[in-house]
Every structure is written in structure tokens, then in C-alpha cells.
């Protein structure tokens, strides 16, 4: 069992949040992406057209 001083608190909290960060990204990328082509029946037409929309917006920007 490893022990962490105080000290490394904050770095295990930036730790955490950018690996909360990063699911989350591929999170929303499954669910654009992969979701809409894999099953339509669940994703309308148009919500997966504007959720292609604000993801390929946000990657570029």
C-alpha cells in the first residue's frame, strides 16, 4: 500500500480530473460518432447532424 504525503494531494486531484476529462471526451465522441452509425433507430437524423456539427467544432477550435 503506497502512501501519499499531503503535498501530492493536488497533484493526484489533477490526476483524477484530467482522467475524468478524457472519458468523458471519448465518451461524447462514442456518442456521436459511434452511437448514430451503429444504431440509428436510437439517434434521430438531425441530432446526429448537429451533434457531428458541435463536435467537429469543438476539435477544430
Not at 460518432?33 to 457531428?52: D, G, K, N, W, Y
Amino acid at each position: 500500500m503506497v502512501v501519499l504525503a499531503d503535498d501530492d494531494d493536488g497533484f493526484l486531484m489533477l490526476l483524477l480530473f484530467l482522467l475524468s476529462l478524457f472519458f468523458i471526451f471519448y465518451f461524447f465522441l462514442f456518442l456521436v460518432f459511434v452511437l448514430p452509425s451503429e444504431f440509428p433507430q436510437f439517434v434521430p437524423r438531425r441530432v446526429s447532424l448537429s451533434l457531428t456539427h458541435i463536435a467537429s467544432v469543438l476539435i477544430m477550435g
